[in-house]
């Protein structure tokens, strides 16, 4: 059976909007030594030349500067004054100085950056943890995305919206303003210690932005795969994603129980070095489990007693057909049918291909594959595949709803669409194994 008689794709296209911006801190370059005529540094030349400036003309430009980012952001005062802070050793030879010329100061010390201008990809989906707007028959989820701005740094942003009974699926409107969180614990980071980062509850969830904090991450967030984890009735929702520092990778974990508030950690053991790691919904046989690729080329099945520490890993899929033959990974957590643990794959091909196809684990040993599908369900429509990476079709995670999964899924790294697909002519068209 051919996936277009079972896969129907929604023209639901998520774009990247280059006017969502956040305010991030702005630090000038520092000259090489032998043209600096004295000590100070370039900080320190902004603050004395704000500082100069009469009590009217800082009042003036202040206003100024409020006029022009009017409606950009929440709060900017605030942001300011917190740039400041942060400014202070630049600050502390000029005291005392006034209120506005503390603020005029902070204003210097950040930019705009365009969190989503190049790409807005790789998306997860879960089930919301509020369902008090679920539609008759429907639900309610959370949609994550990976969004890449300038110098192709990767952060994470989400969406909200609806499943109804017929599997059509609505975005609610997302909001022009964005805004990071707090975050607290970045000391003794890079260790174990979590990190914890709080939004403001009455923020819109599109507006929540998660950036690269630590050092390890900075130059990504990438590939957030995120699971709704079930454990002696309640629930918690876990992300594992690919930190990212411009020279290396490590793979972390995030966890929330309300997107609000979420705290992050590395994932340490020999299974943890690679990225695209997926963690099942629940434990099995009372073990954490996850699905991962150790070698560049196959799927392992991997287990924890703790969550954090992954060593070993049995491997259960390899490259097999090929649309597939360069490697295969997972594209999200598996899914849990009657049938078995439906796992999502990618597959790259000739002249590096992405492709989704699908596998079928047996529901109490998943080492063991039961089918698998023998061509790709997903893969770059000849009219749909330019963009920032060619030839790519990517998804970090579906959701079941009734007798279908809703897929959402990466157009070429640049935007996000959705596909339904029917369970059971999924699984009558995949092959046995």
């Given at each position: 059976m051919s996936p277009a008689t079972f896969l129907n794709r929604q023209a639901l296209y998520l774009r990247p909007d280059p006017a969502r911006v956040?305010?991030?801190?702005?630090?000038?370059?520092?000259?090489?030594?032998?043209?600096?005529?004295?000590?100070?540094?370039?900080?320190?030349?902004?603050?004395?030349?704000?500082?100069?400036?009469?009590?009217?003309?800082?009042?003036?430009?202040?206003?100024?500067?409020?006029?022009?980012?009017?409606?950009?952001?929440?709060?900017?005062?605030?942001?300011?004054?917190?740039?400041?802070?942060?400014?202070?050793?630049?600050?502390?030879?000029?005291?005392?100085?006034?209120?506005?010329?503390?603020?005029?100061?902070?204003?210097?010390?950040?930019?705009?950056?365009?969190?989503?201008?190049?790409?807005?990809f790789n998306p997860s989906i879960v089930v919301h943890p509020d369902q008090s707007l679920a539609p008759p028959g429907g639900l309610r989820f959370v949609l994550s995305l990976r969004a890449v701005g300038e110098g192709h740094v990767s952060s994470l942003t989400f969406r909200a919206g609806s499943i109804a009974r017929d599997g059509s699926v609505s975005i609610d409107p997302t909001t022009r303003l964005a805004a990071m969180p707090r975050a607290t614990g970045l000391v003794p980071w890079p260790g174990d210690a979590p990190v914890e980062l709080v939004f403001k509850a009455d923020e819109d969830i599109s507006e929540r932005v998660i950036f690269p904090v630590t050092g390890w991450q900075s130059n990504g967030i990438e590939d957030a795969r995120f699971v709704r984890f079930e454990d002696r009735g309640t629930h918690t929702y876990y992300a594992t994603y690919t930190a990212y520092d411009g020279r290396a990778i490590r793979s972390e974990l995030l966890e929330t129980d309300d997107f609000v508030t979420f705290r992050m950690r590395p994932l340490g053991g020999s299974a943890a070095r690679n990225k695209g790691m997926a963690l099942f919904p629940r434990k099995l046989n009372g073990r954490y489990a996850m699905i991962g690729r150790q070698d560049n080329e196959n799927l392992y099945l991997i287990y924890s007693d703790d969550l954090h520490t992954w060593d070993g890993g049995q491997p259960i899929l390899r490259p097999e057909w090929p649309w597939e033959f360069v490697q295969i990974g997972n594209c999200g957590s598996p899914i849990e049918l009657d049938q078995g643990w439906l796992l999502f794959t990618h597959g790259v091909g000739p002249v590096r291909r992405y492709a989704i196809g699908a596998a079928l684990l047996d529901k109490h040993d998943p080492s063991k594959v039961i089918a698998r599908s023998r061509e790709p369900l997903v893969h770059p429509d000849p009219q749909q595949r330019e963009g920032y990476v060619p030839n790519v079709v990517y998804t970090c995670g579906a959701i079941r709803h009734g007798p279908r999964i809703i897929l959402p899924y990466a157009v070429s790294d640049t935007f996000s669409n959705f596909a339904t697909i029917g369970i059971d002519a999924l699984l009558g068209a995949m092959e046995a194994q």
């Open positions: 956040i305010v991030r801190p702005f630090r000038p370059a520092t000259e090489p030594k032998d043209l600096k005529p004295t000590d100070k540094t370039r900080a320190n030349h902004i603050v004395d030349r704000v500082l100069g400036l009469d009590a009217e003309t800082t009042e003036r430009q202040l206003a100024a500067v409020l006029e022009n980012f009017s409606g950009r952001h929440r709060n900017l005062l605030a942001t300011f004054e917190a740039r400041a802070d942060e400014m202070e050793e630049a600050l502390v030879a000029h005291l005392p100085f006034s209120v506005a010329q503390r603020r005029l100061v902070g204003s210097y010390f950040v930019h705009e950056y365009s969190f989503e201008a190049s790409a807005l």
